[in-house]
């Protein structure tokens, strides 16, 4: 009789959890084995930036699954495992302490690292990134000491840590070489408002420029001269300046690679037996019209499900709009769609701008490409299903307050 198949996934993550998770809803009854390097068990990523990072969440709330529910699943979850090569000829990998595992099919599920300061005295003590559940308790500690921060980036990340680091009672300086917040995120117009709520809570911020050189005693840091040759305290530095995607393993394989992982729009790299999600994957995305490489919990969470359904040969197209959400100080926020300069040639809002309740739409050519909704809620899924539609719509009912969008 035929053996049955296993199914391998390499990354212990939120999209690595979610995709063993589907293969037994989906009634696949071979051998599901997860590998993570990391000795936690599979957990999300978010809180680690906003509840568990300030202190008001137990750490019980970052995980996917209960312990239990990996055997109760027939999950072989071995934690502490790192992958070292990919070998697609044998379906095999190898691991770090010389053992190999056989698959039928394999999932990359592999994430992305913080890209690092590559900067005289980076490697001080007191210079900190965050992407684990290690990273979010040695951030917090250091923040319990009030102190000097010097944030690095004024992305999501940087932007969220910052508020921590406030919140905690930290001083914070936040440098950044885009002229505002999240300018390759959200473009200016929103950019400059994230700006003014964190100088509102006492942050500074140094646009238009970069780090330089990290100095202190000894081995510590204590101060960071930037590019403009100013030299800012600093007992902490937060390193927030993006992420690279963990392409090593495809490469080394020879699948192709190119901004992540290459992938189609089921989510299948070059190699028909191997595939990708979560941060990993340069995915084509149908409703784009383009590749494209998302880092959201959205993306982990959903897109390891499809890559699953697609391992079992179902006919998968993995298109959902883009949508990430944060939460700094008082303010919320969800964004549908990726409204990155260069994709919109116009920015609506319906609301109240000033107090930072109202709804954002970036259009190009009269049809909405991206949306954010400030502090309003239960409106993401309408957002979501117009820029899905396709449809140009009428500046003068998509700002009225007063018309529903689903009647834009």
Request: aromatic residues 8%; glycine residues 12%; charged residues 25%.
């Amino acid at each position: 009789m035929p053996t049955e198949p296993t199914y391998l996934i390499v990354g212990a993550s939120l999209c690595g959890a979610k995709a063993a998770e589907a293969l037994r809803e989906e009634g696949f009854g071979g051998t599901v084995i997860l590998l993570g390097t990391e000795t936690e068990r599979p957990y999300e990523r978010p809180p680690l930036s906003k509840g568990y990072l300030l202190g008001k969440e137990e750490k019980s709330v970052i995980y996917v699954h209960d312990e239990a529910w990996y055997a109760e699943h027939e999950v072989d979850l071995r934690l502490g495992v790192t992958v070292t090569s990919v070998h697609p000829a044998g379906r095999t990998v190898t691991t770090e302490d010389g053992g190999s595992v056989e698959y039928d099919r394999l999932l990359l599920a592999t994430g992305a690292s913080p890209r690092r300061l590559a900067v005289p005295g980076a490697d001080r003590d007191g210079v900190l990134y965050l992407r684990t559940v290690g990273d979010s308790e040695r951030l917090a500690a250091a923040f319990a000491g009030g102190g000097r921060v010097v944030t690095v980036g004024a992305g999501w990340i940087g932007l969220e840590v910052t508020a921590a680091a406030r919140e905690a009672g930290c001083e914070v300086t936040v440098v950044e070489p885009e002229p505002t917040p999240l300018y390759r995120a959200l473009g200016p117009e929103l950019g400059e408002m994230f700006a003014d709520l964190h100088r509102e809570h006492g942050v500074q911020f140094r646009f238009g420029e970069s780090l330089s050189e990290l100095r202190g005693p000894g081995d510590r840091v204590g101060e960071v001269i930037t590019s403009s040759g100013a030299a800012l305290p600093a007992d902490i530095v937060v390193v927030g300046i993006g992420a690279v995607p963990n392409t090593g393993l495809a490469a080394d394989a020879g699948l192709e690679v190119g901004n992540g992982v290459v992938a189609d729009a089921a989510l299948r790299t070059s190699d028909t037996s191997i595939y990708a999600a979560g941060d990993l994957a340069n995915s084509y995305h149908p409703l784009l019209g383009r590749r494209v490489r998302v880092e959201h919990w959205a993306n982990a969470l959903n897109s390891g499900p499809a890559a699953a359904r697609s391992m079992l040969g179902q006919d998968v197209v993995y298109d959902p709009v883009p949508y990430f959400y944060s939460d700094q100080y008082d303010l919320g926020m969800e964004t549908a769609g990726l409204p990155e300069p260069g994709t919109y040639d116009q920015v609506l809002y319906r609301g109240d701008r000033p107090g930072r309740e109202f709804i954002a739409f970036w259009l190009k050519e009269s049809t909405v490409v991206a949306g954010m909704n400030v502090n309003v809620w239960d409106v993401n899924d309408d957002i979501q299903a117009l820029i899905r539609s396709g449809k140009q719509v009428d500046p003068a009912r998509l700002t009225d307050p007063d018309i529903p969008l689903p009647e834009v």
